[in-house]
């Protein structure tokens, strides 16, 4: 069973940087690829980064490509977002999620493909 538990999320100066962490009390997330979405006030939740589950292949929504990196560490089942250059349109809660998915390299960016959802992170993004 996959029990996921985001971290890191507060309040960071535009411009600035911020990691997050999703790590699987379970100790399976190592094999489930993985994605973060990301849900600001009054917006429906979207896409923002995704990772295999052996960490070969990421994918990125373009607003986001080039500040944001997604990582996993299977020793550990934890899967990373590091986000630099951040902005205020980034405000957001972050959640990560896991998905066992056959066609996930076609389907990364869908969230009806995604089994297991953590709580979600807010991150802030004020001057």
């Known amino acids: 069973q996959v029990q996921l538990l985001e971290s890191g999320g507060r309040l960071v100066h535009p411009g600035g940087s911020l990691s997050l962490s999703c790590a699987d009390s379970?100790?399976?997330?190592?094999?489930?690829?993985a994605g973060w979405f990301r849900q600001a006030p009054g917006k429906e939740r979207d896409f923002v980064a995704g990772?295999?589950?052996?960490?070969?292949?990421?994918y990125y929504a373009d607003s986001v490509k080039g500040r944001f990196t997604i990582s996993r560490n299977n020793a550990d089942n934890s899967v990373y977002l590091q986000m630099n250059y951040l902005k205020p349109e980034d405000t957001a809660i972050y959640y990560c999620a896991a998905t066992r998915d056959t066609w996930y390299y076609r389907n990364y960016d869908r969230q009806s493909k995604y089994s297991y959802w953590g709580q979600g992170s807010q991150v802030t993004v004020s001057s």
């Open positions: 379970g100790g399976t997330l190592r094999n489930f690829h």
């Open positions: 990772i295999s589950s052996t960490g070969i292949n990421t």
